[in-house]
């Protein structure tokens, strides 16, 4: 559950009668691909705001109409039935089955894992008639209704892919359009007056990219800004502070993202479960809970997103053990070890990296650290592969993971090691109808994931909000680190 944090209430901020809100995030997509770039900054001010997908996944895991109104399963799960709503996009062309097609097929091919391994088992997707859509399925499939309300379900205009240059353009059917864009200064979302829906409060939202917070935070202070989206580093330390204040709120949702080392397959050392287990035991989460999230978030050794899965448990295979991490690396033959840490310099990754670097060298592990923006650890690491050992926090579940899914270390092109126990269990649990069954399997494959020590989860995190204490509507949850813009409104 969400938490709002306050300072004790004092004189009633005077009304605002303006309808423009300024906010700010610290980190800039490398450009604004959503099919393409992974970057969470990018769905930050998109999502559901410029971007919507067919249906719209709830903080409780239920899930809602949006751009599909309706929708009926066969009984055998293979046959998925969507009913569309009459929409725009914001070029002014009506929304059609035919964009529902062309978009859910073009997600399919996408190089990102979120959009692309949700649909695996989606076979076809034929336009019924101009306002229905069926899908057809090669077995049934538990995750697949979900991932439509995320970005596996994001609907473009038919042939957007080809006539757009996606870097730099953004056509959806969200309540907002992609206005001025600004490198490192700032977005512009301007109202569509011609949304579907209820109209959003504000008429005009700039996303400013700040990413020194101590500076964000003084200038939400002093009036400049009405809201910092997300704190991820530096200013974690100051939200005690912020939330003494009448005139400000801290909201805090539930954790959502989930924070990693990453050990790649192409490392020969590496491949031997005894260094992997090695480096597992030598690693105390609660340092880094407590230094690069302030305490906001849950420690973890498994890899559950959304956190509140109801298959997350306490199964920690290696737990704090550095006499065990020792005799781990003796064993294996390598008492002195040396890797290529890559880490990207954005929000808590920096702390992360004094904190891991320190907590290896007592067990004899020197990690040689080299300091990469975030696209360009995008490119060098994520999808070139160019590192050994190397951190980042992300949302994309499990599945993606399997071999060939997308995902480093294991579902990219250039791994050397797959595990058939895990890819298995992804494709049949994925089938299971049985609600119970289904929860017992994606125990044991989390659990299987977490034996093997190719990823060392740390802790599932919370990234505050901060916010004018007159800003009221703010969602409790948050999936793609996305601030919705739909609720949010001045008080009355």
């Known amino acids: 559950v969400g938490l709002a944090l306050s300072g004790v209430l004092g004189p009633a901020v005077a009304q605002e009668t303006r309808t423009t809100l300024t906010w700010s995030h610290p980190q800039e997509p490398p450009n604004w691909n959503y099919w393409a770039t992974g970057a969470s900054a990018l769905t930050v001010p998109t999502f559901h705001n410029i971007l919507e997908p067919l249906v719209e996944k709830l903080g409780d895991g239920s899930i809602a109409p949006l751009l599909a109104e309706s929708w009926e399963i066969s009984s055998d799960g293979l046959t998925y039935t969507f009913r569309l709503r009459e929409a725009k996009f914001h070029d002014g062309s009506d929304f059609d089955a035919g964009d529902v097609v ?41 995750r697949l209704l979900p991932n439509l309300g995320l970005m596996a379900g994001i609907i473009v205009p038919e042939g957007a ?64 800004i009405d809201m910092i989206a997300s704190v991820f580093g530096e200013g974690l330390d100051r939200i005690g502070t912020v939330a003494q204040d009448p005139k400000f709120n801290v909201i805090i949702p539930a954790p959502f993202e989930t924070n990693y080392m990453i050990l790649s397959t192409r490392a020969e050392p590496l491949r031997d479960i005894r260094v992997r287990q090695a480096i597992a035991h030598a690693i105390f989460r609660d340092d880094y ?100 050992f190397t951190n980042i926090t992300s949302n994309v579940t499990i599945d993606t993971f399997v071999c060939g899914g997308g995902r480093q270390p294991l579902g990219r092109p250039d791994t050397v090691e797959c595990l058939p126990e895990f890819d298995e269990l992804v494709k049949t649990s994925d089938a299971i109808i049985d609600r119970d069954e289904y929860i017992a399997a994606m125990a044991k494959m989390a659990a299987v994931f977490a034996d093997s020590a190719w990823i060392i989860p740390i802790h599932a995190k919370s990234t505050p909000t901060l916010t004018r204490s007159d800003l009221v509507g703010h969602k409790s949850y948050r999936f793609r680190v996305e601030m919705d813009l739909r609720p949010l409104r001045w008080a009355d």
């Open 289 to 388: 809970l407590e230094a690069a999230q302030a305490g906001y978030g849950k420690t973890t050794c498994q890899w559950v997103v959304p956190f509140s899965e109801p298959w997350n448990n306490d199964y920690c295979p290696y737990p704090f053990d550095q006499e065990r991490s020792r005799a781990l690396l003796r064993e294996a033959g390598y008492p002195d070890l040396t890797l290529d840490f890559p880490f990207v310099n954005v929000a808590e990754h920096p702390t992360i990296k004094d904190i891991v670097v320190a907590q290896l060298a007592e067990v004899g592990i020197t990690l040689n650290v080299r300091t990469l923006d975030l696209a360009t650890w995008l490119k060098q690491v994520n999808t070139d592969g160019d590192y050994q």
């Open 161 to 224: 892919h080809e006539t757009l240059d996606l870097a730099s353009q953004m056509i959806g059917t969200g309540p907002y359009t992609f206005g001025e864009y600004r490198p490192d200064v700032h977005l512009k979302l301007v109202r569509f007056e011609d949304y579907w829906g209820e109209k959003p409060f504000f008429t005009e939202v700039t996303h400013r990219f700040i990413p020194d917070e101590t500076a964000a935070i003084n200038a939400l202070l002093a009036g400049e």
């Open 102 to 142: 062309y978009s859910l097929l073009k997600n399919k091919e996408s190089p990102q894992a979120t959009l692309r391994t949700p649909l695996a088992t989606v076979t076809a997707v034929e336009a019924v008639d101009a306002r229905t859509v069926r899908l057809t399925l090669s077995q049934p499939s538990q």
